[in-house]
């Protein structure tokens, strides 16, 4: 069960951060007129650092003294999470005509699979 526990905290920490995603894409793409890759970067990286803190401290309980290793393994796999989520926005809003904000969430999904199981299996091992 504690592989369970931990996928669901990590899951509700993701909700978070997909908090911070949206508003910060919605503003800088909406409001700020930023180009809809770099709103949508800013907004996945804003909420990477959110996402590791939180996960660091509930999801995974991690004392490890070695915080920034930790980090940067943490934004490691969210930095491909980011290539692939822009992937999946591309095919699915460019390519396939998809709503901008659909194509998003589910990119969201499959980029949250990613991430839970590299720092399952990795950063917080």
């Given at each position: 069960?504690?592989?369970?526990?931990k996928f669901l905290k990590f899951c509700a920490v993701g909700f978070s951060g997909m908090v911070i995603d949206f508003g910060t894409t919605?503003?800088?793409k909406e409001k700020l007129r930023v180009n809809k890759y770099v709103a949508n970067s800013c907004g996945f990286i804003l909420a990477a650092s959110s996402?590791?803190?939180?996960?660091?401290i509930w999801t995974f309980e991690s004392h490890r003294a070695q915080i920034v290793t930790e980090y940067?393994?943490?934004?490691?796999f969210a930095v491909f999470g980011l290539a692939?989520?822009?992937l999946i926005v591309y095919i699915f809003s460019d390519k396939l005509k998809w709503?901008?904000?659909?194509?998003?969430v589910f990119a969201i999904g499959?980029?949250?699979l990613w991430n839970?199981?590299?720092?399952?299996l990795f950063t917080f091992k």
């Open positions: 069960m504690p592989f369970v526990l919605w503003l800088l996402n590791y803190m939180l996960n660091r940067f393994s943490f934004v490691g692939l989520n822009n709503n901008f904000y659909l194509a998003k499959i980029v949250t839970f199981g590299m720092n399952f």
